[in-house]
């Protein structure tokens, strides 16, 4: 079974922050590069940010970078997005992907992507 779960999504106030976790059911996540993708209101899914499989690299959005933290814990089977600074336009339902490779976030929903999650769903209000 290829399956992924995002959990760790709610609702937060502006600047507020929130742990995203992305857990496998039937693979273990250090063979892939995982990616956190986000699909807000009536917009295209977009890349977030990317982990490599060795975990040495990552990537992040534009929109993103300096807010944003992916980190892979081997041990626990897991990728984790910290995201802090939360922002309004960051309101939308995070997926994260199994993926070949990280490539950049503009081009990663070209690559191969193995299996999804079904999304968690962050509001950022106040």
């Known amino acids: 079974q290829l399956q992924l779960v995002e959990s760790g999504g709610g609702l937060v106030q502006p600047g507020g922050s929130l742990r995203l976790s992305c857990a496998p059911s039937?693979?273990?996540?250090?063979?892939?590069?995982i990616g956190w993708f986000r699909q807000a209101p009536g917009k295209e899914r977009e890349g977030v940010s990317c982990?490599?499989?060795?975990?040495?690299?990552?990537n992040y959005a534009d929109s993103v970078k300096g807010r944003f933290t992916i980190s892979r814990d081997i041990a626990k089977n897991a990728v984790y997005l910290q995201m802090n600074s939360l922002r309004p336009e960051d309101t939308a339902v995070y997926y994260c992907?199994?993926?070949?490779?990280?490539?950049?976030?503009?081009?990663?929903?070209?690559?191969?992507?193995?299996?999804w999650g079904k999304g968690t769903l962050v509001t950022v209000s106040s």
């Open positions: 992907a199994a993926m070949s490779s990280c490539g950049t976030t503009a081009t990663a929903l070209k690559s191969n992507i193995y299996s």
């Open positions: 039937g693979f273990r996540l250090d063979y892939f590069a």
């Open positions: 982990i490599g499989s060795s975990s040495n690299y990552t």
